[in-house]
C-alpha cells in the first residue's frame, strides 16, 4: 500500500502516548502531586513528535521534521528526569 510500517506504528504509538498523557493529567487532578504534571508534560511531547513523524504518511517529507524531534526527544528527557527526582 506504499505505506512505511515505521511512521505507521509511530501513528499507533502516538495514540497510546497521548492516553497516557491523559491518564496522568487525571492522576495529577486527584493527588496534586506535581511531579506527575512533568510526567504528563513528557508524555504530551512525546505524543506530538511521534504525530509529527507520522504526519509524513499523509504529507511529503517535512525537512524540519527531524531536527524538531531532537529537540523534543532533549526535552522529554529532562521533563521525566525532573519528575523523577521531584519530591
Same mark, same amino acid.
Request: aromatic letters at 18%.
Given at each position: 500500500?506504499?505505506?512505511? !510500517?515505521?511512521?505507521?506504528?509511530?501513528?499507533?504509538?502516538?495514540?497510546?502516548?497521548?492516553?497516557?498523557?491523559?491518564?496522568?493529567?487525571?492522576?495529577?487532578?486527584?493527588?496534586?502531586?506535581?511531579?506527575?504534571?512533568? !510526567?504528563?508534560?513528557?508524555?504530551?511531547?512525546?505524543?506530538?513528535?511521534?504525530?509529527?513523524?507520522?504526519?509524513?504518511?499523509?504529507?511529503?517529507?517535512?525537512?524540519?521534521?527531524?531536527?524538531?524531534?531532537?529537540?523534543?526527544?532533549?526535552?522529554?528527557?529532562?521533563?521525566?528526569?525532573?519528575?523523577?527526582?521531584?519530591?
Amino acid at each position: 500500500f506504499g505505506l512505511e !510500517v515505521d511512521k505507521l506504528l509511530a501513528f499507533v504509538s502516538a495514540h497510546l502516548a497521548a492516553a497516557l498523557a491523559f491518564l496522568t493529567l487525571i492522576a495529577y487532578a486527584r493527588t496534586k502531586r506535581t511531579k506527575l504534571l512533568f !510526567v504528563t508534560l513528557a508524555f504530551f511531547l512525546f505524543s506530538l513528535k511521534l504525530f509529527m513523524i507520522s504526519s509524513e504518511l499523509f504529507i511529503d517529507e517535512i525537512a524540519w521534521v527531524d531536527p524538531v524531534s531532537a529537540f523534543l526527544d532533549f526535552i522529554i528527557l529532562l521533563s521525566f528526569f525532573y519528575g523523577v527526582i521531584k519530591k
